[in-house]
């Protein structure tokens, strides 16, 4: 919705997407700030902490993106904050006495302060429906500051503000809305879990930083009169954030944007924990920093590679007049970028549903159009396009049929990485090299 103004004044483009994903970033920054403040007043362990936040892989990366991560990442930060506004303004009465000696107009003047958190959790949810583990966050951590009105009263004007626009989505778009959130249930679990742990890739220094940072500050003295039940709202976030992420990042297509605000639950405590120590966290923090870099530049030769493909890939596109037609691409955004209709708007899901409820008719009618020929290009992983075992999205019988029916190409830039792009054979001209790719085809230079 915020982005449909860029589509309408224009054509279609991601630039609008990204700005939104950008400014989100901002704000997340901005009122991580405004509540690091609360907790924390050493302004050089706050930096810290926010360049802490920043430099997380998933955080910087997905800032960039024109997806849907960063914006709920913000909504739930000024959730967070306006909560806690809402938590120190109020009087410090029991619920009890509350109960007791407080008048209708008393209560509802003390609990009104919680609408903006609420409102903001409601639109988190409804960015990224992910975010609805906020609620209970927010809701035992009103509970345990003995706020148990507050709690119940959050709790169920969250709910009813979430039921009611999940009823008005579902009537609006003729039941399609529940069976799109019936799709999570269909997410598929691998035993590989290990494979998926690498994802976190050079961010398992600073994540390790964190309880190291714990014990100095257990130990210290300097705590500024902080106990543990000044942690609670951060511990708590870790904790769901962590679980969390244990169910998302243990599927079998699984990425490292939900670990986001897990991200953000480190860095807060860090803000705490430097309190203590900042001069030697922030020195630890620089040459953790450093070391993470070079780790990351030794990637980049790979990454400007794809770069440098992805201009010619869209002109191998337009070459082969895919404008109006419908595609077989993995990444539906070269579809759209070259005027064609991609096959997927995201292969993974389809995949995914057809596997869990063992359909195999929609995959036979895509193999049936592979056989006739029907789609003027085929772009999928390399992995798979190698054979390698095991597969990614497609099995030996679609390969083979594929192999049958299309000629290998060279190697294209697509959804960030190296993927290779399949002519119909009959379309294939003899003056036309096409080079089968090999394993060192994606390195630079080869």
């Excluded at 309408?8 to 630039?15: E, Q, T």
């Excluded at 209970?136 to 004007?157: N, S, W």
């Excluded at 294209?412 to 003056?431: D, F, L, T, W």
């Amino acid at each position: 919705m915020l982005a449909s103004p860029f589509q309408l004044l224009g054509s279609y483009n991601y630039w609008g997407l990204r700005l939104i994903s950008f400014v989100a970033f901002a704000l997340s920054m901005y009122y991580a700030y405004r509540l690091f403040l609360l907790y924390c007043q050493d302004r050089l362990a706050i930096t810290i902490a926010l360049l802490s936040y920043a430099s997380y892989v998933a955080t910087w990366a997905w800032s960039w993106k024109g997806r849907v991560d960063m914006l709920s990442v913000a909504l739930t930060i000024g959730c967070l904050y306006a909560l806690e506004v809402a938590v120190r303004s109020s009087s410090e009465i029991t619920a009890d006495r509350e109960a007791a000696g407080v008048s209708k107009a008393g209560a509802f003047k003390r609990l009104a302060p919680y609408s903006l958190s609420i409102a903001l959790l409601v639109a988190a949810v409804y960015s990224k429906q992910s975010c609805l583990v906020i609620l209970p966050v927010v809701c035992i951590f009103l509970l345990a500051r003995r706020r148990y009105i507050d709690a119940i009263y959050y709790g169920v004007v969250c709910t009813i503000a979430c039921l009611i626009i999940a009823l008005a989505l579902q009537a609006i778009t003729g039941g399609g809305f529940m069976l799109h959130m019936d799709v999570a249930k269909k997410t598929q679990g691998t035993a590989n879990l290990l494979k998926h742990l690498e994802l976190f890739g050079v961010d398992w220094l600073k994540i390790w930083f964190v309880p190291v940072l714990a014990v100095f500050w257990g130990l210290s003295k300097n705590r500024q009169g902080k106990s543990l039940a000044h942690l609670l709202l951060p511990l708590l976030l870790a904790a769901v954030g962590a679980a969390s992420i244990i169910f998302t990042i243990g599927t079998k297509y699984a990425n490292i944007n939900h670990a986001i605000p897990f991200f953000f639950a480190l860095s807060w405590l860090l803000a705490i924990f430097l309190e203590a120590r900042p001069c030697l966290g922030g020195l630890l923090f620089i040459l953790l920093s450093g070391l993470s870099t070079y780790i990351i530049s030794t990637c980049l030769p790979q990454k400007f590679y794809v770069l440098e493909k992805m201009d010619k890939t869209l002109e191998q596109l337009h070459d082969l007049k895919v404008r109006g037609k419908t595609i077989f691409v993995e990444d539906p955004s070269l579809g759209i970028a070259s005027g064609a209709t991609p096959l997927f708007v995201d292969v993974a899901t389809f995949i995914m549903v057809w596997e869990n409820e063992h359909q195999t008719k929609q995959l036979s009618e895509i193999e049936a159009a592979i056989q006739k020929r029907e789609y003027p290009v085929v772009i999928i992983n390399e992995n798979d396009s190698l054979e390698h075992q095991p597969f990614y999205y497609w099995n030996d019988a679609f390969m083979r049929q594929l192999n049958e029916n299309y000629e290998k190409g060279s190697p294209v830039a697509a959804n960030g990485e190296v993927q290779i792009m399949y002519i119909p054979r009959s379309s294939v001209h003899p003056k036309e090299s096409f080079i089968a790719p090999s394993k060192s085809s994606s390195q630079p230079g080869k």
